[in-house]
């Protein structure tokens, strides 16, 4: 029997959500086409070809239903993980990289929406794990000779050449991950998003405010270098990331906040590619504490907000204790043992939880 | 808060008609917290305004028959129980009650609210005596809820402009129970064209009234919101708003009010928008209290036909899907809505937080979703399932159709259960 309410918005529904992601990433795949012409293309049709392949066989294997596999989430993770790649990484590392996404980032916790973590992040760390010498490598960055539309000064009638260069740079730039060559097209991507309402403000203004905040208050914050694309898109497009972000207001700049604060502290400890990625993907875990923590003061309740604070500053001091963990992790080279307790724990809580729970929504 | 498209301009400007009662009439026995008890026999003859059915206690309320006839029994439709009534068409009903309006007492409104089942026309029937009952608590405001947020329905509006001076007369004679130091129209503000109409026409009769336009959002016309919106104040569900010096009540309410004090008649009519895409003839009906589902659609010019269209009693928003049409039109019931069957695109939650941004009592629906399933009742506490007003805005903005109101019903009988 069909419950209230009896209407519905039109066009509203979960496949619109993801064609809004897809539509804002299209920029971005143009400024790639720009740039690399068919090595990007063909890395992007093989990831969104695996991933959707993926997406279908495993639903259907292990979640038995396949419909929702064509909701367009998987192209999104597809984009998304290869924005943060190289246009010269080697082929099957991509498709490795899209498969393991979908099927440990996404069917292995019970289908769309219920992951914990950022698929395409998960999918780009077991690349990182699996294909170590390949990833850190000087050379997979060495895309010169691979450029289709080099870099030009696009506005030749300032007369200021540092301003137009630095203008030039923000409209298209060649270098950095595949998704990084224009940050304007970037920021275009997250007003669409904002505009459509499928990412709220909270988290990039949190994010961005505090990331950028730290570098000014600390002494000679601009002797460290980051990839501003890089920062951005991972901003706009991964910690926004709907089933991975916290649901409510204050819990959104929160985590927004935290990202930012604890990808600082990354590249201050000299991560050097992976600040982005491990702390979004960190924040994912405690993204339901967050939402649990920052529930909205429920109409006409007093709330206790000495609790509330106990709450926060537990959590502040564990997520702070988490990233000085991976730090020390990574500076003796051992996260990649992290990824390997990750699939042990998802493939066991798959086959002794999450399976029993296929058929709820939530 | 979310805004919806209204859906009421199509039914708003249509003047009210008068559905004729039907052959037979399903008085429902249902009420706010309980059952009436028939105190009629079956198969006796009943006069019109006759009262047929009456509960006591705190809650108490009542039924009349709105036509004169033959009693048939009770009937159990759909787990509500209904009194049939046949119709005789000779409308022999019992003499009017006169009142002499300018020196009646507070107890002889007060009782002849409970007297003439005078209930609640918003949605929850609750006890109209029961609310205005207030004793010797302050008041300081009297709002008068003309914020009718659900889509489609449009009873309110045609009420408050075609009957302005009735109502502001109900209003006036209900002042002499509670006089509340400000009485405060609340009206959305697609609807201000009633702003100049209400002043002027409350100007000539000498009451003092101040209009409050509330934005176009759903739900402006839950109580909570409503107090809020024109008070600033914040009360939890559940509380008792005389308590905080406010009395709500709704323009339908006032109408049956009115009708009862100056034309001596209790509450066996009342005003229900006909609309929807499925529906013809639409507009805002004077319906008798007990008219069959199956009546109005045949009324109208339809056939009841469960597989090609929906059909709700009350708004699209809160109503209920009729079941079987020979349901009875209750008191509560504001529109019957002839839609087509929703569909449903079911996929998981995907934790956009809509939900969370257009709760009006500011909780976490999805929560419930996940907490009834695994009946953990600490967290459905935890995340004050109680606290939900049932308002469907969550369901509603949904994009992966989780089945949150469902939920929420199952969260609240699981709580129900305990005593936690
Ligand atoms: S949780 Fe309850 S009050 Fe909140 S939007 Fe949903 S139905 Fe309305
Ligand atoms: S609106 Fe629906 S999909 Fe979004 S968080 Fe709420 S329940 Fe989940």
Redesign the pocket.
């Known amino acids: 029997m069909s419950l209230n309410p009896y209407i519905k918005p039109k066009k509203g529904n979960?496949s619109f959500v993801m064609l809004d992601v897809i539509i804002a990433l299209l920029p971005l795949v143009i400024a790639g086409y720009f740039a690399y012409g068919m090595q990007a293309m063909w890395l992007l049709l093989i990831a969104s070809g695996c991933a959707l392949a993926t997406d279908v066989i495993f639903s259907a294997l292990l979640l038995k239903q396949y419909r929702s596999a064509l909701d367009g989430s998987a192209i999104v993770t597809a984009l998304l993980l290869c924005f943060t790649l190289s246009p010269i990484t080697p082929w099957y590392m991509v498709a490795f990289g899209a498969v393991a996404a979908i099927l440990f980032g996404k069917i292995t916790w019970g289908g769309l929406?219920k992951n914990r973590f950022n698929p395409a992040l998960i999918g780009r760390e077991f690349m990182a794990v699996f294909f170590p010498v390949v990833m850190t490598s000087a050379g997979i960055w060495a895309t010169k000779d691979y450029i289709q539309t080099p870099a030009t000064n696009l506005f030749p009638g300032l007369s200021n050449e540092y301003l137009s260069s630095y203008l030039s740079g923000l409209v298209y730039k060649t270098n950095g991950a595949m998704g990084e060559y224009s940050i304007a097209l970037i920021a275009l991507g997250g007003f669409y998003l904002l505009l459509r309402k499928r990412i709220s403000w909270h988290i990039p203004l949190a994010l961005l405010a505090v990331f950028f905040g730290s570098f000014w208050f600390i002494e000679n914050g601009q002797n460290y270098s980051y990839s501003i694309a890089g920062v951005l898109l991972g901003t706009l497009f991964m910690a926004t990331d709907?089933p991975s972000s916290p649901?409510n207001n204050y819990g959104k700049l929160y985590y927004g906040s935290m990202i930012g604060l604890v990808a600082f502290i990354f590249i201050i400890g000299k991560v050097s590619y992976e600040y982005m990625s491990y702390a979004i993907l960190l924040l994912n875990g405690f993204s339901y504490k967050i939402s649990e923590v920052f529930r909205p003061k429920v109409w006409g309740e007093k709330l206790d907000y000495k609790k509330r604070v106990e709450h926060i500053f537990y959590l502040t001091l564990s997520i702070l204790g988490c990233t000085l963990a991976i730090l020390s992790l990574h500076y003796y080279d051992m996260v990649s043992y992290l990824i390997y307790i990750y699939i042990a724990y998802i493939v066991l809580k798959f086959n002794f939880s999450f399976i029993k729970n296929i058929t709820n929504?939530? | 808060m979310i805004h919806i498209p209204s859906l009421k301009s199509t039914t708003k400007k249509i003047p009210i008609q008068k559905l004729a009662a039907p052959n037979m009439l399903y008085l429902p026995l249902t009420t706010y917290k309980g059952t009436l008890s028939t105190i009629v026999e079956k198969d006796s003859y009943v006069k019109k305004h006759q009262k047929v059915a009456a509960s006591e206690g705190v809650f108490a309320s009542s039924i009349h028959a709105p036509a004169s006839g033959y009693i048939r029994g009770e009937v159990n439709i759909d787990n509500q129980s209904y009194l049939m009534l046949e119709n005789d068409f000779k409308e022999v009903a019992i003499p009017a009650k006169q009142f002499t309006i300018n020196n009646i007492t507070e107890d002889e409104i007060l009782s002849t609210l409970l007297d003439f089942g005078i209930e609640g026309s918003g949605g929850a029937k609750f006890p109209t005596h029961t609310k205005y009952n207030t004793g010797s608590k302050p008041i300081d405001t009297f709002i008068i809820n003309a914020a009718e947020c659900e889509p489609y329905l449009s009873a309110d509006y045609t009420l408050l402009k075609n009957y302005t001076k009735q109502l502001l007369e109900a209003i006036q004679l209900m002042q002499k129970v509670i006089k509340a130091s400000a009485i405060v129209f609340g009206i959305e503000k697609q609807h201000k064209e009633l702003k100049p109409l209400i002043l002027q026409t409350a100007k000539n009769q000498d009451i003092p009234v101040k209009i409050k336009l509330l934005p176009n959002e759903y739900p402006q016309g839950g109580e909570l919101q409503l107090i809020k919106s024109v008070t600033g104040k914040e009360i939890p569900k559940g509380s008792i708003p005389a308590n905080y010096g406010i009395v709500v009540s709704n323009v339908g309410t006032l109408w049956a009010i009115y009708n009862a004090f100056y034309k001596g008649t209790p509450y066996t009519n009342r005003i229900v928008t006909i609309s929807g895409e499925k529906a013809e003839n639409i507009g805002n009906y004077e319906v008798a209290i007990g008219t069959p589902v199956s009546y109005i659609l045949e009324t109208i010019g339809l056939t009841w036909n469960a597989t090609s269209q929906t059909v709700i009693l009350g708004g699209p928003m809160m109503g209920k899907a009729v079941q079987q049409p020979e349901i009875g039109i209750n008191k509560g019931s504001g529109g019957i809505l002839i839609i087509p069957n929703p569909t449903n695109k079911r996929?998981?939650?995907?934790?956009?937080?809509?939900?969370?941004d257009v709760c009006p009592q500011h909780l976490m629906?999805?929560e419930f979703?996940r907490y009834s399933t695994t009946e953990d009742i600490l967290q459905l506490k935890n995340f004050h399932v109680n606290d939900c007003i049932e308002c469907g805005a969550?369901a509603y903005?949904?994009?992966?159709?989780?089945p949150?109101m469902n939920s929420i019903f199952k969260g609240k009988e699981l709580l129900k259960a305990t005593s936690l």
């Not at chain 2, 996929?347 to 969370?356: L, P, S």
């Open positions: 979960t929406g709907m649901t929504p939530i | 996929y998981n939650c995907i934790q956009c937080g809509y939900c969370v629906p999805m979703a969550c903005i949904c994009p992966s159709d989780v949150l």
